[in-house]
């Protein structure tokens, strides 16, 4: 049973550390305040396709974590696109 709550705390942490970097990120970058309360958009998608989610437990973890690396390589970027679309993974490979 400690498995499943380590990986719950750890997905939880890496999640709220990276909604909190990215804020002060593209704060660095030129965005106001109500576009970067707009960026908290890219959970949509997540909400979206959540229900239709049904895979192995062995292909969930390591798919989950291929597009977490993927999307948190791109949140470090200097352009808003990269940085939108490495969330949207990010978020998107937490519901796997």
């Not at 990120?25 to 965005?31: P, Q, T």
Request: hydrophobic residues 55%.
């Amino acid at each position: 049973m400690r498995v499943p709550f380590a990986s719950g705390f750890l997905i939880l942490f890496t999640f709220i550390g990276t909604f909190t970097y990215v804020n002060f990120h593209l704060m660095s970058i030129g965005l106001s305040p109500m576009t970067l309360g707009l960026v908290h958009l890219v959970f949509l998608p997540s909400m979206l396709t959540t229900p239709l989610s049904r895979v192995g437990e062995k292909i969930g973890i390591i798919s989950t974590l291929a597009l977490a690396v993927v999307g948190l390589t791109a949140v470090v970027s200097a352009s808003l696109s990269p940085i939108l679309m490495g969330l949207t993974r990010r978020c998107h490979g937490n519901v796997l």
